[in-house]
């Protein structure tokens, strides 16, 4: 068992188990949440050798415990497999400047506590194929396809609990896959076309998606544009995705977090604008906070 200081960047707390339960890709395989452990278990790919499984818990107080299932890597793998837990957490990221915003909010003075870290896959590339799952379906339908996907076209991991455990597809398999296993083993529907392109373009060096998440010195329009040009990403997918890899400058409206937003604010019906004008003061954290806002329930 190894562990990891929960810190931000900026020296501010980690509330690990809201990192952990931060949004529902914690729900999609390969990452597995168990709610009563309070851990989460993600495959994480190593530079050789087959994928590893690990688990992310509790650890002494202020830190993270690492627990790498299988044989015992070496010093190179583990260290390596240490970055992508951090990685997954965004424990790189400084969420300081938006607590001291946070702190005087009535709603969400509580997040300064160590909330709003958004759990990552270990690529961009696996939170954009996993949004594109989640547009015009229900949750149901997300997970399945997701599944599907992980099952026939991931890499075993050692000491993996099955297909379910298997390392998310790379952007090569995806792209070998044809329109038929789209269409009749993930029964994707329209999406099979979109998924598809996107692992093309990504396997052939055509888009660099590692980069949005890379270059810090990319302007979220810019961010957002190259978002959108991607086969079925829309306004939705991109905010998504923006909040998947620290952009936090726009606001994740659907119709789930519209009408919790607001049910939580006692009105029948609140548009768009009023919502964005709420959370405008927090600027680049806007839409950190609208979610956080809609998810404080989340998490006792």
Same mark, same amino acid.
């Given at each position: 068992?190894?562990?990891?200081?929960?810190?931000?960047?900026?020296?501010?707390?980690?509330?690990?188990?809201?990192?952990?339960?931060?949004?529902?890709?914690?729900?999609?395989?390969?990452?597995?949440?168990?709610?009563?452990?309070?851990?989460?278990?993600?495959?994480?790919?190593?530079?050789?050798?087959?994928?590893?499984?690990?688990?992310?818990?509790?650890?002494?107080? @202020?830190? %993270?415990?690492?627990?790498?299932?299988?044989? *015992?890597?070496? =010093?190179?793998? &583990?260290?390596?497999? /240490?970055?992508? $837990?951090?990685?997954?957490?965004?424990?790189?990221?400084?969420?300081?400047?938006?607590?001291?915003?946070?702190?005087?909010?009535?709603?969400?003075?509580?997040?300064?506590?160590?909330?709003?870290?958004?759990?990552?896959?270990?690529?961009?590339?696996?939170?954009?194929?996993?949004?594109?799952?989640?547009?015009?379906?229900?949750?149901?339908?997300?997970?399945?396809?997701?599944?599907?996907?992980?099952?026939?076209?991931?890499?075993?991991?050692?000491?993996?609990?099955?297909?379910?455990?298997?390392?998310?597809?790379?952007?090569?398999?995806? @792209?070998? %896959?044809?329109?038929?296993?789209?269409?009749? *083993?993930?029964? =994707?529907?329209? &999406?099979?076309?979109? /998924?598809?392109? $996107?692992?093309?373009?990504?396997?052939?060096?055509?888009?660099?998606?590692?980069?949005?998440?890379?270059?810090?010195?990319?302007?979220?329009?810019?961010?957002?544009?190259?978002?959108?040009?991607?086969?079925?990403?829309?306004?939705?997918?991109?905010?998504?995705?923006?909040?998947?890899?620290?952009?936090?400058?726009?606001?994740?409206?659907?119709?789930?977090?519209?009408?919790?937003?607001?049910?939580?604010?006692?009105?029948?019906?609140?548009?768009?604008?009023?919502?964005?004008?709420?959370?405008?003061?927090?600027?680049?954290?806007?839409?950190?906070?609208?979610?956080?806002?809609?998810?404080?329930?989340?998490?006792?």
């Amino acid at each position: 068992m190894l562990e990891l200081a929960l810190r931000g960047a900026g020296g501010e707390p980690v509330d690990l188990y809201r990192t952990l339960n931060s949004h529902g890709f914690a729900d999609l395989a390969p990452t597995y949440l168990d709610e009563a452990a309070r851990t989460l278990e993600v495959t994480l790919r190593v530079p050789r050798g087959k994928p590893r499984r690990v688990r992310v818990g509790a650890g002494r107080p @202020g830190r %993270a415990a690492v627990t790498i299932l299988g044989p *015992a890597p070496g =010093a190179n793998p &583990r260290e390596h497999l /240490l970055a992508g $837990v951090r990685h997954v957490l965004r424990l790189d990221a400084d969420l300081s400047g938006f607590y001291a915003m946070a702190a005087d909010d009535p709603d969400l003075g509580w997040t300064t506590a160590g909330a709003g870290r958004m759990l990552q896959s270990p690529t961009v590339f696996e939170d954009v194929i996993k949004t594109i799952c989640t547009t015009n379906c229900a949750w149901s339908a997300t997970v399945r396809m997701v599944e599907a996907l992980v099952q026939h076209l991931g890499d075993a991991a050692a000491a993996g609990d099955g297909p379910l455990t298997n390392a998310f597809p790379t952007p090569a398999a995806m @792209g070998e %896959a044809s329109e038929s296993f789209y269409r009749e *083993a993930v029964r =994707a529907g329209y &999406r099979g076309p979109y /998924l598809i392109a $996107v692992a093309r373009s990504v396997a052939e060096g055509q888009v660099d998606l590692e980069a949005l998440a890379r270059d810090r010195e990319l302007p979220d329009k810019e961010v957002e544009r190259r978002l959108l040009a991607l086969p079925g990403v829309g306004p939705y997918a991109a905010a998504h995705i923006m909040m998947t890899i620290g952009r936090y400058s726009r606001l994740i409206l659907d119709s789930w977090t519209r009408p919790k937003y607001a049910r939580l604010t006692a009105k029948k019906k609140v548009s768009d604008a009023a919502i964005v004008r709420r959370f405008r003061r927090y600027g680049p954290y806007a839409g950190l906070a609208f979610w956080l806002f809609v998810t404080r329930d989340w998490v006792d």
